[in-house]
């Protein structure tokens, strides 16, 4: 079922992905375009729409584009958008475009290709981009024709969040299939679109024919409203639809846009579905605008163009012969025009434009469009010409109509042969050194190359087959080497008269009859191996050296297995490695790691000791004793703590070693306070408020506070709390600021008898009262606010200036937001911006940048519109025609640039004029075939080549790699990736190592099987057994063996332990005499725990020889205390009957040799083969075979039988070659960790097991590599053929600008590209792509070209327009051509683009530098501010003096004068009147001060202006106290004893503190204090009885403390800290 599902899958997935070749149009017209408010730059507003006032230019511009499956833009159109409304619904013209706009493509998958829109800003270069999208219509049907209905329409709207505007367009669109293709996918061709087509038996009947054999015509007019709100008429096999105005198209099913012929009297025009309307601009009505809404005339009714009169109670204007329009603003541009033939003259801003009639074109309307019956068929593109059309046919048709059927399309000749149409196909006639169909096969016969034989050709090249004596690619050569084999060691070579033997590795000679022993020089029995290029010596075990000339001493020595022996001239020596010794590298070196930190290090036979230095200790002298030499100064004891030492100091001594006296002990301060030692005595550190040797005085006992402060005690003094209104440390200040707020604007600052303000900005006054508007100094209900520094008006609307005194004339009026408004006098003047223009700057002057550059510009309502000069085009006539006569050779469409044309060539060609298809300049290489596309070529590679250009030889064609593998190419031959279980250069060779078989070791094949090298620590077949004894060392020589899950050591006689570590002394029984063994259980005492050391007594003769100690090994430092009960040994007494001892007594030396008594010992003499002091051992006793080898003892050495697989004196060599042969083909060479095979010449591989053809170096001029069945040559260059033996003459031949090389019989020859020419196509034609612009004529020189030029161009290449030469500088101006057009230089009297406008300023003079400006009919002067009047001549004297901002400024004949507003006076306004306002209330008199005004109030009031009654004059606060002024009311702050509103209560506890052990209570006339617990009366009680005793239990010890008085608490915690820290540190 599930691969069922895959099978579905896979077929749904092919039919997505098919490919149609075919062809399909797309209709595509652009219904509307909507931009709210304008807003298209990131919500930013954007000019271009009436009734929005905005600051930026936009440009928008539509791209459309049909992407394919790679996301590959496949056609497209480009249009600008003319977005004149908010909301613009479009007609038969869109921007600069046609509206529908049909575009092709070859095939179309709706699920994968997609429909892009695309907007930008062409005016904006960091942001252009406006909206963007793209899509997939999934339900998208392609029909029959272009009378399909599958329309389909799509709105697309961007998003305020991603695009930052609202902007939104509306397409409608179908696909139907092109002429001539029909099916489904539009895949069925008929060429020639013939009335009938039949395509693999399906029958189709052009459009608009029926019937078996489509002979009948269809009467389209039948069908009701065919033709929508137009007139049907039938013709033969089609139909044509006679539209009225409002529709257009095939059908007249669009809509048009009405507002093309600008019907609205200078009003805006907004075309809808059917219709338009009019937004008509002020003053205008109608449904054309074409009325006035005002019923009365005045002077600007007609705006000076016409006469005004009232018709039926409405004004009428009739204008002047050269305006227009309901109130004669419109230039009459129409009123004289040419358009001929019936056409519409339509008034477009500064010009007018004729629109034609049908069957009419031109400027003026005054040509034939021949192209009006559309004569060209099959899609084909017509073009008027002077007496007639020009067809430009697509791809697949020809002829004067496009009616041919085109069979060379798409087909090409290769190699510059030329494609013939013929009635039902094409051919192609090929030049001589080529043939084939297209002319893809090379003639590689072509010349005769063979001298004496025949030629034969084939894909790649040609084949001689020679006449007998002869040989060589071309059978030029004689063949010497006939009945010449080299001894079967070599390979016969012809040479130019001779022949030479090339000879096998290994051989040498002529004729290959030696190899590299026949002379060797090989010493001491030493066996010659013959090599590849020289010969080597195999010396026998005891010599080495290149030639085995050298004694090797070091051969079977291995120095003990720990050291590296070293060569000598007559001995050898062993390099210990570091932790061993001796001559052999027998013995351990327990000092090599120097384990004696600050020490001697002495070895012993199982290890080291170490001598301490002084101030070190413990075993290895890395422990500090930190208490060397340190005694405490002896008043207390050391211990060592950590990484230092600490004194137990004695009562009395404190101090790191106890050497200072300690005088604070049993001395006590008061109040608690802290006792601190001194040199010869102690202080007491007080606590804040105390002082006194023992802290028992306070601060506050000599106070000198005034005023009735009260005195507090600090940590270092006291302070005075003052009552209110004083100051100063003692309060012996008055307080003038006390209740002053300087009316909460200012500061107070006490002075020596009173006090000041310092107002904040904006105040002023002595009591900061007033701020700067307090004169009210704003005129015509202006609003005075209040600054830091002075005053501002905020004036109504309709006012303006300093005091709001200036009437403002430009409220109101803004200038429609593109000028500056003015005031002037009695009015207002608007100065637009010189894109604007009108009373108010209300009209667009779109003509302000002079964008017509070779035509004249006029404003319409909503844009500009250029009229041309002939030989001109474009929005802005800013383009040339280059266009004209060119046809792109028939292979494209020609657009006109910016300074040139160019062709947009038809798929499959591209150049300058489509001359070329993609394989002119093609790379395909090694005889390759190229085949031109759509957008490339493709090389279709010769067998044996691959790559895009058929550049890499494919050595894998024809290789299986044995059916085991992939085979990949490689730059010089080809590699295998075999699968899993294979191996080998063609992976002809089972692995199997594939499955990791060694589970810890490396795995290496052999030709049946594998073989397993174990890591370290395992073993087994496949290393799957644990080494129980890998890096286990039996000691002194002992045997490790494999256990089941552990190791044994067989120790040596002589030793025992589990790693025969421990020497057992009593293996020959030294103990003469019968005494035995005696065993004593020592204690030792260390820091950690008690350790028991055992004590080895070996008795002789009652007397104690020697004492060996062993420890724990962890009882690193240890102290040997008193050894407690010792055992008492027992005397056993001596012999006295013999005087002689018999050593050898019992004593057989193991049966392998004779005893012999000594003095006092005995020895034994050993048996050849054996050696100990009794005989013990043979010589296998300590032998190092390894790998489970076999010891075999000799008579004075041993011999190591090996295991299989191994070899070696010990055994210690894996023998990788044991069964490998190397296929019989080689020889196996032992190597470290595999084998390798030496092979003999003629075979190869890893085992040999491949043939080696390149032995014989068959590549004459070339590498040699090795295929399965032969081998492939890589030529070096300058050489080519199968064995590199023809010479390649286009070797290092570079046929200039990319011509390609051949190669000839004795030569090469360039065939170049189009453009050059030359032996090496060294030479540039450069007239060959007539790089002469705009129809000039090319001439070739020696270096270069020259260009003539045709009438209005210059430059070498004609690129430049002479814009001159059709200028429109009128009254006089001259001519002066730009880079972008031309400037008109004008006469004095008169100025514009064009010298078109009066200069009325010409005559006119500005008096005092004032500037002159031109107006429609009279000229205007900008004065400078000094001066003004109509031509700037009077004396402006107020322009410096502004009256300070306080009255209005009047110019005198000679001078000025100040009105000065009321409050202010001076002859600039300068004073101000304080008083005049009288701001002294209740009777007070004003006074004028120099910066304000001071008020003397009258009895009872108070304030900076007399406002405030003084309440205080009624309430004395009982004279205990002073009374303030307090939110309207009073307050008395009452002085120190006192207390109540009216301080009528006395505090009898006033600084009574009881001696600070009471507390104070008020009684009815005095005090009383009740004292705290211990105390009575005014006397602290202080004396308590009896003592505390506490005992603290710590560890096993008890602590006892005699703790007094009331610091008991205290006491306890700090000593019991001290007591927890002492008892952590024992």
Known sequence: MAEQKHILCL??????????????????????????????????????????????????????????????????????????????????????????QFLEVDSWKKYLDKISVRVVDIQNSSTPTIYQAEFADYSLQTGNNILSQHWRQKKLTASFLSDKNSFSIQITYKAYCSEGYYGSDCTDHCPGNPRKCVVNGHKYCKMGWDGIDCDEDINECTSQKFCGYGTCTNTAGSFHCACPSSVYGLKCQLDEDECLLQPCNGGDCVNSKGSYTCNCKRGTTGKNCESLTSHQCNDNTCNTHGHCHVQHRQAVCTCNNKYTGPDCSIRNLCAHNQCQNGATCVITGTNYTCHCANGFIGELCDKVDYCATDPCKNSGSCTNTASGYNCSCTGLFIGQNCSTYDYCFGQYCNNRGQCQNRPNGYSCQCRSQYLGKNCEQNNHCHGNPCKNGRCTNSNTSYTCTCNRGFTGKNCDKVDYCNGKNCNGHGQCQNGQHSYTCNCNPGFLGSNCEYDYCFNNTCKNGATCHSGNSNYTCSCKPEYKGTLCETRNYCHGQTCSGHGTCHNGQSRYTCACQTNYRGNNCELRDYCHSNPCRHGNCTNTNTGYKCSCNGGYLGKNCDVIDYCYNKHCSNHGTCHIRGNTYNCTCNNGFIGKDCQTRDYCYNKHCSNHGTCQNRHDSYTCQCRAGYHGKDCDQTYCSHHQCQNGASCVNEVSNYTCKCVPGFEGFFCQTRDYCYHQTCSGHGTCHNGQHKYTCTCNPGYLGSDCQHDYCFSNPCKNHGTCKNGKTNYTCSCPVDYMGRHCEIRNYCHGHSCSGHGTCQNEGHGYTCQCRSQYLGKNCELNNYCHSNPCIHGNCSNLSTRYNCSCLRGFTGTKCDKVDYCHGKNCNGHGQCQNGQHNYTCNCYPGFLGRNCEYDYCFNNTCQNGATCQSGNSNYTCLCKSGYKGTHCETRNYCQGQRCSGHGTCNNGPSRYTCDCQSDYRGNDCELKNYCHSNPCIHGQCTNTNTGYTCSCNGGYLGTNCDAIDYCYNKHCSNHGTCQNGRNNYTCTCNRGFLGKDCETQNYCYNNLCSNHVTHVKIMVPVKTEKQTIHALVLLIIWDVIV??????????????????????????????????????????????????????????????????????????????????????????????????????????????????????????????????????????????????????????????????????????????????????????????????????????????????????????????????????????????????????????????????????????????????????????????????????????????????????????????????????????????????????????????????????????????????????????????????????????????????????????????????????????????????????????????????????????????????????????????????????????????????????????????????????????
């Open 11 to 100: 077929l749904l997935w092919m039919f997505i992905l098919k490919v149609a070749s075919g062809k399909i149009t797309f209709f595509i017209h652009i219904d509307e375009v909507k931009s709210p408010g304008n807003k298209l730059h990131g919500g930013r507003c954007c000019q271009g729409v009436a009734g929005t006032q905005c600051n930026m230019l936009c440009k928008p511009v539509l791209t459309v584009c049909l992407k394919d499956a790679k996301h590959s833009c496949v056609t497209s159109f480009t249009t600008t958008l003319d977005m004149g409304q908010q909301n613009v619904i479009y007609g038969s013209k869109v921007g600069n475009t046609t509206n529908p």
């Open 1105 to 1626: 020889k020697y004492v060996i100690i062993a420890m724990d090994k962890s009882a690193v430092d240890m102290e040997l205390v008193k050894m407690e009960n010792m055992v008492t040994l027992v005397n056993v007494g001596r012999s006295t009957l013999c005087d002689k001892v018999d050593y050898c007594h019992g004593k057989n030396c193991n049966g392998y040799g004779q005893c012999q008594n000594g003095q006092h010992n005995y020895t034994c003499n050993c048996n050849p083969g054996y050696l100990g002091s009794n005989c013990e051992y043979d010589y296998c006793f300590n032998n190092t075979c390894q790998n489970g080898a076999t010891c075999q003892s000799g008579n004075s050495n041993y011999a190591c039988l090996c295991k299989s697989g191994y070899k070696g004196t010990h055994c210690e060599t894996r023998n990788y070659c044991q069964g490998q042969r190397c296929s019989g083909h080689g020889t196996c060479n032992n190597g470290p960790s595999k084998y390798t095979c030496v092979c003999q010449p003629d075979y190869r591989g890893n085992d040999c097991e491949l043939k080696n053809y390149c032995h014989s170096n068959p590549c004459i001029h070339g590498q040699c590599t090795n295929t399965n069945t032969g081998y492939t040559c890589s030529c070096n260059g300058g050489y080519l053929g199968t064995n590199c033996d023809a010479i390649d003459y286009c070797y290092n031949k570079h046929c200039s600008n990319h011509g390609t090389c051949q190669n000839g019989r004795n030569n090469y020859t360039c065939t170049c590209n189009r453009g050059f020419l030359g032996k090496d196509c060294e030479t540039q034609n450069y007239c060959y792509n007539n790089l002469c612009s705009n129809h000039g004529t090319c001439q070739n020189g020696q270096n270069s070209y020259t260009c003539q030029c045709k009438a209005g161009y210059l430059g070498s290449s004609c690129e430049v327009v002479d814009h001159c030469f059709l200028s429109n500088c009128t009254n006089g101006g001259t001519c002066i051509n730009k880079a972008e057009g031309y400037s008109c230089s004008c006469s004095s009297a008169y100025t514009g683009t064009y010298c078109e406008e009066r200069n009325f300023c010409d005559t006119q003079r500005c008096n005092n530098k004032g500037t002159c400006q031109n107006l429609d009919d009279n000229y205007k002067c900008n004065c400078n501010t000094e001066y003004y009047g109509r031509n700037c001549k009077k004396r402006n004297y107020c322009h410096k003096h502004l009256c300070n901002s306080r009255g209005n400024c009047s110019n005198l004949d000679n001078g000025y004068v100040c009105h000065c507003e009321l409050g202010f006076n001076g002859t600039d306004c300068e004073e101000i009147d304080y008083c005049f306002h009288k701001p002294c209330h209740n009777g007070g008199v004003c006074h004028q001060q120099e910066d304000g005004y001071i008020c003397h109030c009258a009895p009872g009031f108070q304030g900076r202006n007399c406002t405030d009654r003084n309440p205080c004059m009624d309430h004395t606060c009982s004279g205990h106290g002073s009374c303030t002024i307090n939110n309207g009311g009073y307050r008395c702050k009452c002085y120190g004893g006192y207390s109540g509103k009216d301080c009528q209560d006395q505090d009898f506890c006033y600084q009574i503190d009881c001696n600070g052990n009471g507390t104070c209570h008020n009684t009815s006339n005095d005090f009383d204090c009740k004292c705290n617990p211990g105390f009575k009366g005014l006397e602290i009680l202080a004396k308590m009885e009896g003592h505390v005793i506490m005992e603290l239990p710590i560890t096993t010890a008890f602590v006892k403390m005699a703790l007094l008085g009331r610091n008991v608490k205290l006491g306890i915690f700090a000593f019991f800290k001290i007591v927890i820290i002492e008892a952590h540190a024992r």
